[in-house]
């Protein structure tokens, strides 16, 4: 009987020990949940902050009609490749840009004009045709997206649908997936009331561009 006596005390100890382990699991989970639940509220009150901050952000940005700017342009594709200098001006309907070599010399010149779109290389052979991607693509093997990049250089999309985006909790754009291009920002820097990205880079399925602002100017609404 004594060793029954010691069996059954030896397994209600155990029981015992269980039953505190599972109360204390059970506690110890409860608390996780009600802290989980408390910090809840506030990262969606954070994100919601943050896209209040981006729509501002791009009604802000939207207002910008005209602008000049100077950086670097790099271009790779599986054949052809370019690096150099950029200067662009930008206006409603019409764009100028000229492509420099490393060295400063201009190999090319851009021009939109009522929806014409002419390049001019260094010898002054001029070609058109009805959009960038097309004329750049036949002339120097790469396609610029201009239509897109008057935007995009912004830190904003286009007006066409937009497939996916993220912003910072500032509001502003550093992922955007519009038109077959994926698009990264980076680098904002304010500007008259604008905040206006450094580092631009895009990939397509055939393009690889990145894009450096060295200067922004002549900002206009």
């Not at 030896?10 to 020990?17: A, D, E, G, N, P």
């Not at 002339?139 to 830190?155: C, E, F, K, V």
């Not at 904002?188 to 922004?216: C, H, Q, R, T």
Request: positive net charge; contains cysteine.
């Amino acid at each position: 009987m004594s060793v029954v006596a010691t069996l059954l005390n030896s397994t209600q100890s155990i029981l015992v020990r269980s039953i505190q382990l599972t109360r204390r699991f059970l506690t110890l989970s409860l608390v996780t949940l009600l802290t989980a639940c408390a910090i809840t509220p506030n990262q969606v009150q954070m994100s919601a902050d943050s896209t209040l901050r981006h729509q501002k952000h791009l009604q802000t940005n939207a207002e910008i009609r005209q602008f000049t700017l100077q950086g670097r342009i790099g271009v790779q594709t599986d054949s052809k490749g370019f690096s150099g200098g950029l200067k662009w001006l930008h206006s409603s309907g019409d764009d100028n840009i000229a492509l420099f070599s490393p060295l400063g010399s201009q190999v090319a010149q851009i021009t939109k004009s009522n929806n014409q779109i002419t390049l001019t290389d260094a010898n002054g052979k001029s070609v058109s045709a009805a959009n960038a991607e097309t004329l750049t693509h036949n002339t120097l093997g790469w396609s610029l997206p201009l239509t897109g990049l008057a935007d995009w250089s912004l830190g904003r999309p286009t007006r066409g649908p937009v497939l996916a985006s993220t912003w910072n909790e500032q509001g502003l754009l550093t992922t955007l997936s519009q038109d077959g291009w994926k698009i990264e920002f980076s680098n904002y820097a304010e500007l008259n009331g604008y905040w206006l990205p450094g580092k631009i880079f895009l990939k397509s399925d055939k393009v690889n561009l990145k894009l450096l602002v060295e200067n922004w100017d002549n900002i206009q609404r």
